[in-house]
């Protein structure tokens, strides 16, 4: 299904093909780097360049018989190339190309990340805009709270998300990183200047020290990073599920013309694009810590990591991607209901405001706690028997000698509650 929706350019990423040429582009760069060292004659260098290139069918082929990937990749290659090929992988060990290609392969996926995360903030920014003003009710346990907008619940969201971006681009920073140092670190067959030289040819930088691979901590930071990602749009997808319940249904999903909720029930509108991304959020965080389980190796170097990382790789940055298009399209075509927050916002007659009443005793100096009691009691009047709060509080003799009802109906303002809601929009998204 995912496979159905993947963008191409994601999905291209981990490509046979795309895989291959960047282990290509890892040893030109190391080729190149040697020469520059005088290590490879410099018209050894121009035929390698000229003629380097690979069969993804051959390198299959090859591999039946192999069962090592790299040397059949490198078979592969000298076909192409001739006798220079002896030049290419020169002093190396797999994992210099492996590891070195995979930060290239994670840093490629992540700028899509990047790009995906700014698009749908963006959406998130407009929406929230658009219902600043839109006033509904905030929801505690679940439970009737006090007013807040529709617009501050975007705009909590989209701060969320500015903080996932800080933590993606620190990811792809800490992922960037190559080596070319050899069976167990050691630069016993290259130098850490040709390591250097053709890591900065690739984007990257060089791993500071290195065992016969990159230490996997890099990685786990990259999956968890995502997993946190994909914790914020289950959030949102969770939230917009709760909205769109029928008891409560002040915000839905886009249902367009032709769609269909249930093979029974022709009245069906199920927020299944939400409830999708809450069940593929679980994947990416189970991914993750597969991530983290990745760190712990035998000595300079074992294997265990390798099969767990081609599966988690391609998996959680192409989830990653299908989910923020999803989400994004869920949000931008959002159906909200103001009449419905508006009629939900005072079915509880105005308990809302119970704090308020609190606050006014207070302020006439009377013990907190007593005035605590004071309101709780005609709080509990209504939930019993459905009486307006407000008439109660009006009515309660105690209350009446320490509020006049002018004061009374102060507290029932529902503009007390939205007095900051330009200054918060501010705080997130600038002036």
């Known amino acids: 299904m995912i496979k159905r929706y993947t963008r191409p350019e994601m999905g291209r990423i981990w490509d046979d093909e795309n895989r291959y040429a960047k282990w290509?582009?890892?040893?030109?760069?190391?080729?190149?780097?040697?020469?520059?060292?005088?290590?490879?004659?410099?018209?050894?260098l121009k035929e390698i360049k000229e003629r380097a290139g690979f069969s993804v069918?051959?390198?299959?082929?090859?591999?039946?018989?192999?069962?090592?990937?790299?040397?059949?990749?490198?078979?592969?290659?000298?076909e192409y190339v001739g006798p220079e090929s002896r030049y290419i992988h020169l002093g190396l060990t797999s994992s210099d190309i492996l590891d070195t290609s995979f930060a290239l392969l994670l840093k490629e996926a992540m700028d899509l990340i990047i790009q995906d995360v700014q698009g749908f903030m963006k959406t998130l920014k407009g929406r929230a805009v658009e219902h600043k003003n839109t006033v509904m009710i905030g929801r505690s346990h679940g439970i009737h709270a006090e007013p807040i907008t529709f617009g501050l619940k975007l705009a909590v969201w989209y701060s969320e998300m500015e903080r996932n971006l800080r933590r993606l681009e620190e990811a792809?920073?800490?992922?960037?990183?190559?080596?070319?140092?050899?069976?167990?670190g050691t630069f016993a067959n290259v130098s850490p200047r040709v390591e250097?030289?053709?890591?900065?040819?690739?984007?990257?930088?060089?791993?500071?020290?290195s065992t016969q691979i990159i230490q996997r901590d890099r990685h786990a930071q990259y999956f968890t990073a995502l997993?946190?990602?994909?914790?914020?749009?289950?959030?949102?997808?969770?939230?917009?599920?709760?909205l769109q319940r029928t008891e409560v249904l002040e915000a839905e999903e886009p249902f367009k013309k032709g769609q269909k909720g249930s093979s029974a029930m022709p009245h069906k509108k199920n927020p299944i694009g939400s409830e999708n991304i809450s069940g593929l959020a679980r994947l990416v965080r189970s991914n993750s810590l597969a991530a983290m389980e990745n760190m712990a190796l035998w000595h300079?170097?074992?294997?265990?990591?390798?099969?767990?990382?081609?599966?988690?790789?391609p998996d959680s940055t192409i989830l990653i991607d299908f989910m923020l298009h999803r989400l994004g399209r869920i949000v931008k075509g959002l159906v909200v209901h103001p009449d419905n927050m508006l009629e939900?916002?005072?079915?509880?007659?105005?308990?809302?405001?119970?704090?308020?009443?609190l606050i006014k005793l207070a302020e006439k100096g009377l013990e907190r706690q007593k005035a605590y009691v004071m309101v709780q009691r005609n709080a509990m009047?209504?939930?019993?028997?459905?009486?307006?709060?407000?008439?109660?509080?009006?009515?309660?003799?105690?209350?009446?000698?320490?509020?006049?009802?002018?004061?009374?109906?102060?507290?029932?303002?529902?503009?007390?509650?939205?007095?900051?809601?330009?200054?918060?929009?501010?705080?997130?998204f600038g002036a």
């Open 344 to 357: 939900n916002l005072n079915k509880t007659k105005g308990l809302i405001f119970s704090q308020q009443a």
């Open 300 to 313: 300079e170097r074992d294997i265990s990591h390798s099969s767990v990382e081609r599966i988690i790789a």
């Open 24 to 44: 290509l582009d890892v040893e030109i760069a190391a080729c190149e780097a040697m020469s520059e060292e005088g290590i490879i004659p410099a018209n050894s």
């Open 227 to 242: 997993a946190i990602l994909a914790g914020t749009l289950e959030k949102i997808a969770v939230e917009i599920r709760h």
């Open 172 to 184: 792809r920073d800490i992922i960037s990183y190559g080596k070319l140092s050899g069976a167990v």
């Open 196 to 209: 250097a030289l053709a890591c900065e040819k690739l984007g990257l930088k060089p791993a500071e020290i």
């Open 381 to 428: 009047r209504v939930w019993e028997s459905g009486q307006d709060f407000k008439g109660l509080i009006m009515g309660d003799k105690e209350i009446a000698g320490y509020l006049n009802k002018a004061e009374i109906e102060e507290i029932f303002d529902l503009n007390y509650h939205l007095k900051h809601v330009d200054e918060i929009f501010e705080r997130v």
């Open 57 to 78: 069918e051959r390198i299959l082929e090859i591999e039946e018989e192999t069962k090592h990937d790299v040397i059949a990749f490198l078979t592969s290659v000298a």
